[in-house]
């Protein structure tokens, strides 16, 4: 029995619907430091099938990590929007005080800073041992750890952490100067299918210490104690003085002053790092040559690809054709929508071996109709959807059987929506393996060796190998990234190997890694190529011994399928069965 990290590794690179796997956290930090221009997550509807626990304490979710203020706490990650034309009003009633300043201690971090820069588009940041300084009109970000005495210099994109804390202040004080009663981030919380109820009120103060209005937010949650949220802003000038979080559930709070200097810092030399500090420029190579017709040619397949309804049966490869775990993917454009296949005990299928030819389609069809479909995720082209059930557990694919629950048991009772922001147009499998965002993101990173060369085989005599490999400074391990396409069929992958290596006295040693191989291949109505079988084999370390866990996925594409835009919005199907 596979234990459930190994499981869920393996369930992801087997069916995810997005490039960025999660089987080891080795990946996900290098993806940070080479993919620093794409600050979102994909949307990836496979990582799990429940998602329902009840214990995010407030602190953790509205007091952002280091390199944003808690100041921002709520807006930061509950709200996300562009500028919009009214910021113009707010910069002429501040053209005053150019600059915001927010600083206050932050539980566990001693004291933080930040400032924004209104007109110059500018974004700071300082704690204790970190800096950070975003210049946002050039989208260039760096950052300074004491800890290393290194500037890291990165690209952003419009959806970057330091982009969107900056259009959510101008929100917050958008309304703020508007004069209006309720906070937009209210509605936010009420979205969280976790939250019970939240009230929001504004009063006026007039005291000894001013004339205020005071915004009050009592977020009340699975939990003993209610979190609150409390603003209070100048009544004269309506402009934020303080703005107060406190945890419930831990007992914990935090407390952010605001102030208007007319200056502020305008590189990040000036948030007090040293100029000797030694700068390693990340910002991605601009693509040509070899590199630019290979990307090229792998997004415009990705572009074009069909649309299409694709059944997906998960298994180990040593299990007979007929024995795993189905799922349904609809992909309409850049829209998706992924349901597992689920066995109710009060109806249960027939268990007859199927007799020798049966065709294998009808046979998964046939069978498909005798289960139910849990959705799982829901991505409408813009924003991506988590469904919520009723059940508390946390549950994880398993290959050679569905899982046994009654519908009713697994109620949807809300949909945990985030934003989102994708470039790449084919975030569904199987076709996001056959042509990955992962290697133009790759062959642009500063940080890899790269070496193109001839690799011909028997079935792709004019195929093409592209390797990657990262050896980062001072860390004692090597990550090694290979891919194997064919020209000839437009640049599809047809084999991959990521791997990452210790070095002991020069010695490599495996200590993760996943090797992907795709076969039974066919070509789409639009002339597009696509894999039918995806065979994946995981390795990771184990109590000090190398473990493999292989998987298999055959694919079959239905390009008839009738998918109305309803299907891709976050709600149950008429019918949880398998449609026509």
């Known amino acids: 029995m596979m234990s ?44 799990k099938t429940a998602n329902t626990s009840h214990h995010r304490g407030l602190l953790s979710r509205v007091i952002p990590p280091v390199t944003i203020l808690g100041g921002l706490l709520l807006i930061t990650l509950w709200w996300v929007t562009r500028p919009t034309d009214t910021w113009a009003q707010v910069v002429d009633a501040v053209q005053q005080r150019p600059w915001v300043h927010l600083f206050g201690d932050q539980p566990g971090d001693g004291k933080v800073e930040q400032w924004f820069g209104m007109h ?76 019970e109820k939240v009230d929001q009120s504004r009063r006026e103060i007039n005291d000894a210490t001013g004339h205020w209005y005071e915004y009050s937010l009592v977020i009340k949650q699975h939990g003993p104690k209610p979190h609150t949220m409390t603003v209070r802003v100048d009544a004269d000038t309506l402009l934020p003085q303080t703005m107060t979080v406190v945890d419930g559930d831990h007992d914990s709070s935090m407390t952010v002053r605001f102030d208007f200097p007319k200056t502020g810092p305008e590189d990040i030399y000036a948030l007090g790092v040293p100029r000797d500090a030694e700068i390693f420029d990340h910002t991605p190579h601009e693509l040509a040559g070899e590199r630019k017709v290979i990307v090229d040619a792998i997004r415009a397949a990705a572009e074009g690809f069909d649309d299409y309804r694709a059944l997906a049966i998960m298994s180990e490869p040593d299990l007979p054709w007929y024995v795993g775990t189905p799922a349904v993917i609809w992909k309409k454009g850049r829209k998706s929508r992924f349901e597992l296949g689920n066995i109710d005990p009060d109806t249960p299928p027939p268990t007859d071996e199927p007799s020798e030819g049966t065709d294998q389609l009808t046979w998964w069809k046939n069978r498909c109709r005798s289960l139910w479909f849990m959705p799982s995720q829901i991505f409408d082209g813009t924003d991506l959807y988590d469904v919520q059930f009723v059940t508390p557990e946390n549950e994880y694919i398993q290959l050679d059987h569905p899982h046994v629950r009654r519908p009713k048991e697994w109620a949807v009772v809300g949909w945990q929506r985030s934003s989102f922001h994708q470039d790449w147009p084919a975030p569904t499998a199987p076709i996001v393996w056959t042509y990955p965002q992962d290697i133009e993101d790759t062959l642009k990173s500063p940080l890899y060796e790269i070496e193109i060369v001839p690799e011909p085989t028997d079935e792709a005599p004019h195929a093409i190998l592209v390797k990657a490999v990262s050896a980062p400074e001072g860390q004692n391990r090597i990550d090694e990234w290979s891919y194997l396409f064919d020209p000839d069929k437009g640049y599809a992958l047809l084999h991959s190997q990521i791997a990452t290596y210790t070095l002991d006295n020069g010695q490599k ?72």
């Open 120 to 195: 110059n588009q500018i974004s700071a940041y300082q704690s204790s041992g970190y800096s950070r300084f975003s210049d946002l009109k050039k989208g260039v970000t760096e950052s300074y750890s004491m800890a290393t005495h290194r500037i890291i210099r990165n690209e952003h994109g419009e959806r970057s952490s330091d982009q969107e804390s900056f259009n959510a202040f101008t929100r917050l004080f958008e309304e703020l100067f508007q004069g209006q009663e309720h906070l937009s981030i209210a509605m936010k919380f009420a979205d969280d299918p976790n939250i």
């Open 4 to 47: 459930k990290s190994s499981e869920t590794e393996q369930w992801i690179r087997s069916l995810q619907l997005t490039t960025d796997t999660e089987f080891d956290e080795r990946l996900l930090a290098e993806a940070t430091a080479r993919r620093s221009n794409k600050a979102a997550s994909s949307p990836n509807p496979l990582a």
């Open 509 to 580: 040693t495996l200590s993760s890694g996943v090797v992907q191989t795709h076969k039974d291949w066919q070509m789409s109505p639009k002339g597009y190529w696509f894999p039918t079988l995806v065979e994946t084999e995981s390795s990771y370390m184990k109590d000090g011994q190398q473990v493999s866990q292989p998987s298999r996925v055959r694919y079959y594409l239905d390009f008839d399928a009738p998918m109305p835009d309803t299907l891709f919005e976050p709600r149950e199907r008429e019918s949880a069965v398998l449609p026509e």
